[in-house]
């Protein structure tokens, strides 16, 4: 029932900003965070953000990309500014959710939104 959708991906130039969206649909979130995965390389976490508030941001994107999430919880942002070329990968968003009127949590993963960073 519960699902993940992302959007907000494209092609941008050096420089450029982007802003990642993952609506949780048909529920709520208490944890998401952001992975990503480029070409031959393994996945790597981006970052996340608690119901709570907690943050964390991977050192290589500490200072350009911001985590964010909306007072329902069920829409969460990665707001990336200063992308570069490195950043090119394919951006999972990841989420713990709650079904509506449903007890437990489900661990679900989007279905991936490409990220071109190129002049």
């Known amino acids: 029932q519960v699902q993940l959708v992302e959007s907000g991906g494209g092609l941008v130039q050096p420089g450029g900003s982007l802003r990642l969206s993952c609506v949780v649909s048909g529920g709520t979130f208490d944890w998401m965070g952001w992975t990503r995965q480029a070409p031959g390389k393994q996945r790597e976490l981006v970052a996340s953000?608690?119901?709570?508030?907690?943050?964390y941001y991977a050192d290589f994107v500490k200072g350009r990309f911001i985590i964010s999430e909306d007072s329902a919880k069920k829409t969460g942002y990665l707001e990336m500014k200063s992308l570069e070329p490195d950043d090119t990968a394919v951006y999972y968003c990841?989420?713990?959710?709650?079904?509506?009127?449903?007890?437990?949590?489900?661990?679900?993963w989007g279905q991936g939104t490409q990220v071109t960073v190129s002049s």
């Open positions: 990841n989420a713990y959710t709650r079904s509506i009127g449903a007890n437990g949590v489900r661990n679900l």
């Open positions: 953000i608690s119901e709570s508030g907690l943050v």
